[in-house]
């Protein structure tokens, strides 16, 4: 039934009737009351190495130090000749370390309600995902330049989200100016600046920035009636061991022009707090610390922002976006794919498809290019 939409918080549909086609973004739909989002309990970690393997720990788990100047003078352009081992982006990993978690520690998920209720192979979790997924469907009310690929795959009874680069996202990455190259490095030198291995160490700008390297939280929650499965990669914690348990002593790091006009104030909280702000929230990560730099990469002052004021900080912002309207898309998102994608397969890809200022819409693509569940993993679940 072509043209037919997905309205969200209308009637419901009944049970036997085919799924809606498409899934309105317009945000009026979306300003409603706050969904519910369930406090993220972290059910586990992994850790990726100088090489990117993966290791169910978490030894790549860095401090916070805090800078001893408010104005630091970081040089973030220091060792991206001759310091910098970059991570091959060219390489696609999907789901597969959050795969390989899940395998690891499938008897800490199946416990209490999941045993009782659903099948032996069920995950008890309805979505698995990464974080920076979920992170891009929050912001899509307010996106206007980049769409989005989401492939989805239904399998005991859980939906697995990967996303597919899009055609115009790898010619950017293809043809990115060497500018833009380097200031890509300076986000991870700040990050080298300000996190030790240790509680006790500091941290060692002489040393080599490799981002192969990560540290990533694998939390548990429930957005209205979805309950969610997802990792996101960690910067950093707070050192001190009083201080709360995961993820609430974690610390995001960022790095963003400074600002010298209401002009960059206002487009800095319209549309980098909004991201800024949608990829701690998901996680339950509390504080960002952001560093702020001038054009030839020197940080010229260091300021904390705490989650749960951001929403305050842009109030007075005119024509700004709300975290409500973020939610209930990405919520109504969530069940427009489970309305969807019934089939359970795992060579069964519906490409969910989003291009700035249209609905979101799907294809269908059986044992395709699309499909990314691994074999080592479907044998392993299904056994
Ligand atoms: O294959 C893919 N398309 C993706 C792989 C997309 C997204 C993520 N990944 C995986 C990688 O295994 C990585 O370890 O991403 C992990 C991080 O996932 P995430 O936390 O869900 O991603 P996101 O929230 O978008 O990014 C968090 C941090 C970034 O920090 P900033 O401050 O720039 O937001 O992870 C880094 C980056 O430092 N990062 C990535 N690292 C490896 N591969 C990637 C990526 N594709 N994207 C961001
Ligand atoms: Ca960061």
């Known amino acids: 039934r072509p043209g037919q939409n997905h309205h969200p918080a209308g009637p419901s549909t009944p049970p036997s009737s085919p799924p809606t086609q498409s899934l309105s973004i317009q945000r009026q739909l979306y300003e409603r009351d706050f969904p519910l989002y369930k406090q993220p309990v972290e059910v586990g970690h992994f850790s990726l190495d100088s090489e990117r393997r993966f290791f169910n720990d978490a030894r790549q788990l860095r401090y916070y130090v805090e800078p001893e100047k408010s104005c630091p003078n970081f040089d973030l352009r220091d060792g991206y000749r001759g310091r910098f081992v970059k991570r091959d982006d060219r390489v696609k990993e999907k789901l597969d370390h959050i795969l390989r978690w899940i395998l690891a520690n499938r008897s800490k998920l199946q416990s209490k309600d999941t ?85 006790q160490s500091l941290p060692d700008p002489g040393g080599v920035v490799n981002t192969n390297e990560a ?120 069940s427009f794919v489970k309305s969807v994608v019934t089939e359970d397969d795992p060579r069964l890809v519906h490409l969910f498809s989003w291009d700035p200022h249209r609905d979101v819409t799907y294809s269908i693509h059986r044992d395709s290019q699309y499909s990314f569940l691994p074999d080592w993993y479907v044998r392993e679940m299904t056994s």
């Open 115 to 199: 045993a009782a209720s659903s099948s032996p192979c069920a995950l008890g979790v309805d979505i698995v995902t990464w974080r920076g997924h979920l992170t891009k469907l929050l912001t899509t009310p307010y996106e206007t330049r980049e769409g989005w690929l989401l492939a989805v795959t239904r399998m005991g009874g859980t939906l697995y989200i990967s996303e597919v680069e899009t055609e115009a996202a790898r010619r950017d990455r293809e043809n990115r100016t060497e500018r833009h190259e380097e200031m890509m490095y300076w986000g991870y030198k700040f990050e080298q600046y300000t996190c030790a291995d240790d509680a």
């Open 215 to 334: 540290f990533c939280t694998v939390v548990q929650t429930r957005l209205a009636e979805h309950r969610l499965l997802f990792s996101g990669e960690v910067d950093c914690r707070d050192k001190d061991p009083k201080a709360p348990s995961p993820p609430a002593n974690y610390i995001e790091m960022k790095t963003s022009l400074e600002i010298s006009t209401p002009k960059q104030r206002s487009n800095f909280h319209r549309f980098k707090l909004l991201k800024w702000w949608a990829q701690s929230f998901l996680p339950g990560v509390p504080r960002i610390v952001a560093g702020f730099r001038d054009h030839d990469g020197v940080v010229v002052s260091v300021e904390t922002y705490h989650i749960s004021k951001i929403s305050q900080l842009i109030k007075n912002e005119t024509n700004c976006w709300k975290p409500t309207v973020c939610m209930n898309f990405c919520c109504e998102f969530l």
